[in-house]
């Protein structure tokens, strides 16, 4: 490859403020909104992605305020809990969770980790964001203004033919804010293979990268079949057109079978970026090289294809025939093993390192942990005679909610601590970092671990009223979550403060390995001074020890 | 073609003032980024109509008869006329490709503009088709005629309306960005003759081109 | 009120087979769960910051390890597959001396009616020992039939018949829940299992006002819609009689409208009943006409399903095949001739296509 100059372009490269980087370089609200950077494309999602996630978490709030009793009373009938908890669903699900870590962490770090001054399509990645919001916003108009009783699953016949609500508004919102996930995805894969920087071969990326990757592969190739099947529950609603009414011959399974080849993989779109948080979080604070790093990246690609066969898990007892049930069932187990050999080699990455309990470590670690749970527990569900019985029970809430929560929450947390410094430039409070991370993790624990139980016990989901024997798990499980919302809104307080009155954060607090520590904190606009040419494999940790002691003693030698 | 001046290489940038944007090393990188780009979202695009077209082919086998008693209403002939327009069409968007290429801007003008028309037929012919259905109260959910066509035929009406539909959409939206190129073309606002933009574009085109020839046999000619 | 179960009533020979592996899962969950936590913070702790631990000998990888992570999970995972395969076998088995109740599911109740006439709503009355089959269809959306203690749940869904079978081994009354969100008061569509002395049960039912047999209903209605005036045995219309279909072959034609097309046999279950009284030029018998009209939308679920219990009543016995009602209908896509490989039953829906 050639080496070109660059076209001389002033408007393109802004000039960026020696100390405050990306930020420094224009405080005008315009310079904001008609950004191309990827680093305030990030942000812009990080202030959007917050407040729907706050939205959400009110949400979540009210339907455990009404479960505290076992008789209605917070909600004056059970149309406004349902209505409340598809808000929840819907909200969480669509404009947190799927986004939540590529659009944050990813648009801001895979540049920077691959050695590139911007992603691909920078002016594509803004338009994704603005789609995010339109899409975002006109949903919660739907669901707000109108409401919507349907969860966010949208089981036919009962959203095409019975709910009078305002599906086809929340359906529009949800088939716009797959746009913007397919646009982010798009920008992902193209930048992944075209703008590496010399020397940064395949298997030098790391997990991080390769996460997203994997992600963006599911993406691409899920999303298009949920938007599809969303604008056929439209049509069906507007037309009757019977596609899935069995009035007309049509089969309301098919609607299953199709939303369920979209959000079963959906699942790994939440949760595979977070293995590459981790996967930076554990490596930078053991101080080591991860273990396995080929079986790490080829677990990825596994699940991400894995993932596309195991839909029908979710379908049990819906009287799809047994056979296919079967097939699933195996499948779901096989699915498994590569989430198993990830947390096998974070463990072995611990072994012989040298581990501090800095904050961004204290969520890892808690993600291991819970992770571990929610996975497991799934193989309760993936089990065709246990699923019987817990399927559609507060069992399967506890699961998802150990790994949407317990794993991507958390990754998500301990992502933001871990690269706050880089995005801000600003050290936060260790203090409460870390009783934000203890805080999250006992009060989720206490709000879902009783889940579990209440599901084998026999709670349906999605109940307004529930049976008196189920209040003592419920109370449980409201007062977990109290406390899990004081530990959310802790960060909420600190970290903004931090811009204030933090520290001053060098280019690399953590004394970790990787491109984007090699930048200024925050980053100059262009991200690199000079563009970077890689010479080693990730995470090289021990590499950077011996060059860091040789530099002490020659400047001992020197003084 | 009349351009017997054109480089035997097929190496169209590089050589010209096309802008290559800040954050690419090379117009090499920047061209490749664009055509994965694009080859990226025709595979979404693949999924989209696979999950519909998934859903028909389940249908179209479990309720065999009905779907082959529905397709006789259909015309045959129509469709294979539309199906050569549209490959016509196809060959233009080729030909424009080939003129950006060669910057030679009039022509991919003029070849836009065939395009535009052939595929401006294709859609005139469909909805002359559809107005058809709609006197033989085929339209499920405007007056469909559960007396005339029984059983599950309506199954059939639906997934080829939704089909055809989205099908349509997509050439409307390709007719309407050809419309757009053709304009900036004609007034030399690409750097470097819009070749890369319009390169992309005919990708798009032959992607919902080769979308009909999947649909001609499925919906048509299954009671063959 | 401080007694704290974790599981719930037992109370069918379900249950205690579905504890036992949940227990295995959760005995095998635990250990994972255990051992990772305690080697997550015993290396973190030996090997923290600052800490003398020996460190020498480092590995990147390890291929031998990584095979015992994949080979063991993966052996582990598909023996407690196979468990609960075989678990699950028994669940959609109905033995074949099982009683047939009927369930309607429509939003927001159960309503229930027994083969010997008695009907109930958010009920369901059940003699202990005794194998139960229900065949459940609904009038709206999707809902689940859910009963904790015998640890059964089956999606009920409109246009089809879905079944569930259990057998009671525990007098009392159990809770019943619907477990798919039907909408506004899903969480108040349940009521209660009782399951009785056998003596009592009959008891029970004499003491229904509604004593009429669902077949005796069903010949009443078979006259009333005018089946009988074709499927009756003087008519002059060729229409297949209906004695001996259920339970046993029909040879139907592969293209019902083409008498020349060949045939295949499938077995006469519940589904198709309803199928060919709703669509009859669907599935066309070999050697008659297509002449039926549709009944579609002026049969009532209720009607329908006593009529069903009568072409039952005059039948060869239900078939106990496993495939038969949760075996493959329509639009789930497996191909049908799995079943022919595994010979498992060919009687199912998806073979009737």
Redesign the interface.
């Given at each position: 490859m050639s080496h070109e100059p660059q076209a001389d372009d002033p408007r393109l490269v802004e000039e960026s403020d020696p100390k405050l980087g990306y930020l420094g370089s224009d405080f005008s609200i315009k310079s904001w909104l008609l950004t191309t950077d990827h680093k305030r494309i990030a942000l812009l999602y990080l202030a959007s992605i917050t407040f729907f996630f706050i939205f959400g978490g009110v949400a979540a709030s009210l339907v455990r305020m009404e479960l505290m009793t076992p008789r209605g009373d917070v909600f004056n009938a059970p149309d406004d809990y349902n209505r409340t908890f598809t808000i929840h669903g819907v909200f969480m699900v669509f404009f947190f969770l799927i986004p939540g870590v590529p659009a944050v962490l990813g648009n801001f770090l895979l540049p920077l980790m691959i050695g590139a001054r911007d992603l691909a399509f920078p002016r594509i990645n803004l338009l994704s964001w603005y789609i995010y919001m339109l899409g975002g916003l006109f949903t919660m108009y739907a669901l707000v203004a109108g409401g919507v009783d349907t969860g966010w699953t949208f089981y036919t016949p009962y959203s095409t033919m019975f709910s009078n609500t305002q599906v086809i508004a929340a359906a529009l919102g949800i088939f716009i804010v797959g746009f913007s996930s397919i646009l982010t995805a798009l920008n992902f894969i193209v930048t992944i293979h075209t703008m590496r920087a010399p020397g940064m071969t395949w298997l030098r990326l790391p997990l991080f990268i390769w996460a997203h990757y994997a992600t963006s592969l599911i993406i691409v190739l899920g999303t298009p079949v949920l938007a599809i099947t969303i604008v056929l529950v439209a049509v069906e609603r507007v037309f009757r057109v019977g596609i899935f009414d069995p009035a007309y011959g049509g089969d309301p399974l098919l609607f299953q079978h199709l939303f369920w080849f979209y959000s079963h993989p959906a699942v790994y779109i939440m949760i595979l970026p977070s293995f590459g948080v981790i996967s930076e979080i554990v490596t930078a604070f053991a101080r080591r090289k991860i273990f396995g790093y080929s079986f790490m990246a080829g677990a990825l690609l596994a699940i991400a294809v894995l993932g596309f066969l195991v839909w029908g898990h979710h379908m049990f007892v819906s009287s799809q025939s047994m056979y296919a049930g079967l097939i699933f069932s195996v499948l779901s187990f096989l699915v498994a093993v590569p989430s198993g050999i990830k947390v096998f080699n974070w463990t072995a990455t611990l072994y012989k390192g040298s581990v501090s309990f800095r904050t961004p470590m204290l969520y890892a670690l808690g993600f291991i942990g819970l992770f571990t749970i929610g996975g497991l527990t799934g193989l309760v569900l993936s089990t065709m005679a246990t699923d019987v019985h817990v399927h559609d029970t507060y069992f399967v809430v506890a699961h998802f909610h150990y790994i949407m929560v317990g794993g991507m929450v958390m990754a998500y947390l301990g992502g933001l601590h871990f690269w706050w410094p880089k995005m801000t430039g600003r050290m936060y409070s260790e203090f409460w970092g870390a009783l934000s991370a203890l805080t999250v993790f006992i009060g989720f624990n206490l709000t879902f671990f009783p889940q579990f139980i209440l599901g084998y016990m026999g709670m349906p989901r999605r109940y307004y009223e529930y049976p008196e024997e189920f209040q003592v798990l419920n109370v449980m499980s409201t007062a977990g979550a109290s406390i899990l919302a004081v530990g959310y809104l802790m960060p909420l307080i600190y970290l903004p403060i931090s811009l204030l009155i933090g520290k001053v954060a060098n280019a690399n607090p953590w004394a970790a390995y990787g491109l984007e520590w090699t930048t200024a904190s925050p980053p100059p606009t262009h991200n690199f001074e000079e563009i970077p040419i890689v010479t080693g494999g990730p995470y090289d940790y021990e590499l950077q020890d011996r060059a860091d002691q040789q530099r002490e003693v020659q400047e001992q030698g020197i003084v | 073609m009349s351009s017997a001046t054109a480089p035997a290489h097929d190496n169209t940038f590089?050589q010209d003032d096309t802008?290559?944007?800040?954050?690419?090393?090379?117009?090499?990188?920047q061209h490749?980024?664009s055509s994965?780009?694009m080859w990226?979202?025709l595979?979404?695009?693949v999924?989209?109509?696979?999950?519909?077209l998934?859903?028909f082919a389940?249908?179209q086998?479990?309720?065999?008869?009905?779907m082959r008693?529905a397709s006789h209403h259909l015309d045959v002939l129509l469709g294979a006329i539309n199906t050569g327009v549209l490959l016509c069409s196809s060959l233009a968007m080729a030909l424009a490709v080939r003129a950006a290429q060669l910057r030679q801007d009039r022509h991919t003008v003029w070849l836009l503009i065939a395009t535009i028309v052939l595929g401006s037929a294709f859609l005139g012919i469909k909805a002359y088709e559809w107005i058809h259905d709609y006197h033989e109260e085929l339209v499920?959910?405007?007056n469909f005629n559960q007396e005339r066509y029984?059983?599950?035929q309506?199954?059939f009406?639906?997934?080829y309306?939704?089909l055809t539909g989205?099908h349509a959409l997509h050439m409307v939206i390709g007719i309407v960005i050809m419309a757009i190129m053709a304009v900036l073309v004609w007034r030399r606002w690409f750097t470097g003759g819009g070749a890369t933009q319009i390169e992309m574009l005919g990708l798009y085109w032959h992607f919902v081109d080769i979308v009909w020839v999947f649909l001609y046999p499925i919906l048509y000619l299954i009671n063959k | 009120m401080w007694d704290f179960p974790l599981f719930p009533q037992s109370a069918s020979t379900h249950a205690p087979k579905v504890d036992a592996v949940y227990i295995g899962l959760m005995i095998v969950s635990a250990a994972f769960t255990l051992s990772f936590a305690f080697f997550v913070l015993y290396f973190a702790v030996k090997y923290r910051r600052g800490s003398r631990a020996d460190r020498s000998g480092i590995q990147d990888s390890n291929p031998i390890a990584e095979a015992v992570y994949i080979t063991v999970p993966t052996l582990l995972g598909i023996g407690l597959f196979v468990w609960g395969a075989l678990v699950y076998f028994e669940l959609v088995s109905p033995p074949g001396d099982a009683v047939d109740i009927y369930v309607i599911g429509k939003q927001w109740m159960w309503k229930a009616q027994h083969p010997e006439g008695s009907k109930e709503i958010n009920e369901l009355h059940v003699p202990v020992g005794q194998p139960v089959r229900l065949v459940m269809t609904s009038q709206d959306v999707i809902h689940s039939f859910y009963i904790p203690a015998f640890r059964v749940k089956q999606d009920v869904l409109p246009g089809r018949y879905t079944t569930l079978w259990f057998q009671p081994t525990k007098v009392g009354r159990y809770r019943l829940f619907c477990a798919e969100y039907c909408g506004a008061e899903h969480s108040r569509m349940g009521g209660w299992v009782t399951v009785m002395e056998p003596s009592e049960y009959e008891e029970w039912l004499e003491g229904s006002s509604e004593q009429t047999g669902m077949a005796v209903a069903g010949e009443a209605l078979f006259r009333q819609y005018h089946c009988s005036g074709c499927h009756g045995g003087n008519s002059t219309v060729k229409a297949p009689p209906l004695e001996g279909v259920f339970g046993g072959p029909v040879p139907l034609l592969n293209d019902p409208a083409d008498p020349n097309s060949g045939v295949r046999i499938i077995q006469a279950d519940e589904r198709y009943l309803r199928d060919s009284i709703l669509r009859p030029k669907d599935e066309v018998v070999a050697g008659y006409e297509p002449l039926m009209p549709s009944f579609e939308g002026q049969i009532p679920e209720e009607d329908m399903l006593k009529l069903v219990a009568y072409i039952k009543s005059i039948g060869r016995g239900r078939t106990t095949r496993p495939t038969t009602d949760r075996g493959m209908q329509d639009g789930e896509g497996a191909p049908s001739n799995i079943t022919e490989i595994m010979g498992m039953g060919t009687g199912n829906g998806g073979d009737a296509r």
């Open positions: - | 590089g802008y290559l944007y800040h954050h690419f090393d090379d117009l090499h990188q490749e980024s994965l780009g990226a979202f595979a979404t695009e999924l989209f109509f696979g999950g519909v998934g859903a389940i249908v086998t479990l309720h065999a008869p009905a008693a499920p959910g405007l029984p059983g599950r309506i199954l009406w639906s997934f309306f939704t989205i | -």
